[in-house]
């Protein structure tokens, strides 16, 4: 009776991870890449959609390209440089299911 239970279980939980593991991911980055669990973001609030950019100089770099703007050879100016872009900018950290910690 009790093997029946846990069998039960295992089973739900099985469906639970299935489902999980083939949903659609929640929010992506620039890249088109899933946000990745206690990773920090700059976030650019586009009318639409808000815009994730993964932090680092690579990543803001690129983002920048839309500017006209690329080739920034430190993070410090290419971070200074997107908020010239985009002044209402915000560094996130994300914590996972839709849920962001802003940074101070």
Not at 20 to 31: G, R, W, Y
Not at 37 to 56: F, G
Not at 74 to 101: D, I, M, W
Request: aromatic residues 12%; charged residues 25%.
């Amino acid at each position: 009776m009790v093997l029946g239970g846990m069998t039960a279980s295992y089973n739900r939980l099985c469906r639970h991870q299935d489902d999980a593991s083939t949903a659609a991911p929640e929010v992506l980055d620039t890249n088109g890449e899933p946000l990745l669990i206690n990773s920090r973001y700059w976030v650019v609030d586009d009318k639409e959609q808000p815009i994730y950019i993964y932090n680092d100089l690579i990543d803001v770099d690129n983002y920048l390209e839309n500017f006209k703007d690329g080739g920034h050879d430190s993070y410090q100016s290419a971070v200074l440089a997107l908020y010239g872009y985009c002044p209402e900018v915000r560094l996130v950290t994300y914590l996972g299911h839709n849920k962001f910690e802003e940074e101070k």
